[in-house]
């Protein structure tokens, strides 16, 4: 499911990144990897912020309805 | 003595100018970066006989080019080539950090590895620092800038690095790209590019702008033909490329970390303040009223304590002007040492308390981490005025000086939303317009509601920046386009320190003065000899040039009530 619609608190798992071919490489490159573990501390429906590795981002909700995740095992 | 220069860099938020200012012990000579108004710092230190400049790069994530501080940080390592490029890295996010590291060591820069902020990390979490050297193929040295742990250790390892060589680290990107990489290298012999020949190829397959750019120049179309039949086979096993060779460096660096380290407590404990601020702070309803009475309090404290020093700034120059004046006999020195140097410098002085405690309070409020959250929050009502919520922080700053505000608008990524944002910097309005505020205040409402008419001065400016930033949006071509708000790091809540606010609000105070010492102290100086020209009138009497102006404009401005020394003024 997209980011957007997770649930707070809950650990999730990046499986991939729609629209990808190098559009995203910026946020790529700051560790939003496929196969990474994020949380999601706020979700406001519109911006939201994510804690991943100890640093927390807020992403716009474009690009957090890109991005597609799953339940952490 | 011998001389060697290093270079400084990490991503934003690891206290790197904290590590630069312990090193050179904040002697820094501030300038530019050629051709973009991005500050460029650079300090000296002495270790035993050599002399060791320090040269810090902007805080980056990434060396791919696509903002301007990525591309002045490569551009710096490859054309310069230091002699060494230090990595600062965060120790509690290490592998996001390491990013950065790995992409020197593929760009082939002889790198040194500290581990900042060592502090944090106690009893959390604990770095083999000996065995991640041994990994990524270079030395590590761990240090605290705000608690001064390790800066002497960092001096020397500088110091020992300078001295040796050291190996190279490869990133294995598998099979099926490592062929292509054999294959576009062997393309690239006999041309002069001062990369090395596999980070060229990595970048070709990555798309890189620069550097297809640069071939281009050297008439090699037909690399880059080569490259794109590459892109397109490799394409055919991975659906990204660029997302594949991404995930690769993660894949090695989050290898090493966890072969390195052990966690001796969650990391989610480390969070749980942080997080309990942050829901309040960024909350949809609390997050705007909290932020707003923050601005309030900021405002409100910056008039209140900077008119205090101001009164006394006006009263200094103009007791300083009256004794000049007692020693020079020569009426026309006189005057301008008075009139002119002594007052004109005076006039723009005034302002500096002002806009000292503003930056000192705006410093405090980033160096917190608060000022990412105001972005946050107020990242929807920007929205809907076409500007990303980063932009907020660049406004605010105009409400000092317009010259920092403007040089801070470089953390924007996007060149349209960085463009838009400088733009209608200049209607918000900046201490120095108070004074005109207040003078026009008087003349027109004759000190009915004098502060809810300057307050609504203030509302109109920002109105009119608002109007504009739509209406540049949709007008001009080059700014049209959607609002590009992707992703913001969140820094951790931390107490600055003292020294570190005031460092950080004095740069930004300087530039302020800068200007003050050359525009505007050349604008005073040209009033001045319009006011005493021709020679031997009376200074700023109807007979000078500045009275004809004065006369020339009469007819417009007497019927508002303005009498002859206002019209000066304006």
């Not at chain 2, 904040?26 to 002495?46: M, Q, R």
């Not at chain 2, 404290?301 to 020569?330: C, M, P, R, V």
């Not at chain 2, 608002?466 to 913001?488: D, E, N």
């Not at chain 2, 969140?490 to 020294?499: F, W």
Request: charged residues 20%.
């Amino acid at each position: 499911m997209p980011l957007i619609l997770a649930d707070e608190n809950i650990e999730y798992e990046i499986v991939r990144i729609a629209g990808g071919h190098g559009s995203y490489t910026k946020f790529l490159e700051m560790g939003l990897v496929p196969g990474a573990k994020l949380r999601v501390v706020y979700n406001a429906k519109g911006p939201i912020i994510v804690s991943m590795n100890g640093s927390k981002y807020a992403l716009g909700k474009g690009l957090a309805s890109k991005i597609i995740v799953r339940e952490a095992a | 003595m011998k001389s060697f220069t290093i270079a400084l860099i990490g991503n934003p938020n690891v206290g790197k100018s904290a590590i630069f200012n312990e090193l050179t012990g904040a002697n820094a000579h501030v300038g530019n970066w050629p051709g973009v108004t991005v500050e460029k710092k650079e300090g000296k230190f002495t270790y035993i006989d050599t002399e060791i400049n320090v040269v810090d790069l902007p805080g980056i994530y990434s060396l791919s080019a696509d903002s301007i501080d990525e591309r002045i940080a490569r551009d710096y390592i490859v054309k310069q080539k230091p002699d060494l490029v230090v990595c600062i890295v965060d120790s509690t996010n290490l592998v996001r950090n390491l990013y950065l590291f790995v992409l020197l060591k593929e760009l082939g820069a002889k790198t040194l590895l500290v581990l900042n902020m060592i502090d944090l990390i106690d009893n959390k979490l604990e770095i083999d620092d000996a065995k991640l050297s041994q990994s990524l193929k270079t030395r590590v040295v761990k240090t605290s800038a705000t608690k001064k742990i390790g800066i002497d250790n960092l001096k020397e390892a500088i110091f020992d690095e300078l001295h040796h060589a050291q190996e190279e680290l490869f990133v294995d990107y598998g099979s099926d790209i490592e062929r292509s990489i054999e294959k576009i290298k062997s393309l690239l012999n006999n041309l002069d590019l001062p990369y090395s020949k596999r980070f060229v190829s990595i970048k070709l397959l990555e798309q890189d702008p620069i550097i297809i750019e640069e071939l281009k120049k050297l008439q090699k179309d037909n690399i880059i033909e080569n490259v794109l039949l590459e892109i397109n086979s490799l394409e055919k096993i991975y659906t990204d490329l660029q997302t594949e060779i991404i995930e690769k460096r993660y894949a090695l660096i989050e290898g090493i970390v966890k072969n390195t380290t052990k966690h001796l407590v969650s990391i989610e404990d480390r969070l749980t303040l942080s997080d309990k601020i942050d829901k309040i702070v960024t909350n949809r309803y609390l997050g705007i009223p909290i932020f707003a009475i923050a601005m309030l309090i900021v405002f409100e404290a910056t008039f209140k304590l900077g008119g205090f020093f101001a009164d006394y700034i006006e009263q200094f120059f103009g007791w300083f002007g009256e004794i000049s004046a007692q020693y020079i006999h020569n009426p026309l020195l006189q005057s301008f040492v008075k009139d002119g140097l002594i007052g004109g410098v005076g006039t723009v002085i005034v302002f500096l308390p002002n806009i000292l405690i503003l930056f000192l309070f705006l410093s405090f409020l980033e160096d917190v981490g608060y000022m990412a959250r105001a972005a946050f929050v107020m990242d929807k009502l920007m929205h809907s005025i076409g500007l990303p919520g980063r932009a907020f922080i660049p406004l605010i700053l105009g409400f000092g000086c317009n010259v920092p505000a403007i040089m801070a608008t470089r953390t924007i990524a996007d060149e349209k939303d960085r463009l838009l944002t400088i733009l209608i910097n200049p209607f918000i309005s900046c201490t120095a317009r108070l004074p005109i505020y207040v003078l026009l205040t008087g003349i027109f409402f004759k000190d009915r509601y004098p502060a809810l008419i300057i307050f609504s001065l203030y509302t109109l400016g920002i109105i009119v920046a608002i109007l504009s930033a739509k209406l540049f949006r949709s007008t001009i071509p080059k700014l049209k386009g959607k609002v590009s708000f992707l992703i913001m790091e969140l820094p951790i809540y931390r107490l600055p320190t003292l020294k570190a606010v005031l460092l950080h609000s004095w740069e930004r105070t300087r530039e302020f003065l800068k200007k003050a010492g050359t525009v505007i102290f050349f604008g005073v100086v040209l009033v001045w000899l319009l006011s005493s020209l021709p020679f031997g009138v009376e200074y700023a009497s109807e007979q000078s040039y500045v009275g004809v102006l004065g006369k020339f404009f009469a007819p417009i401005l007497s019927p508002v009530g303005f009498g002859f020394g206002k019209r000066l003024l304006l």
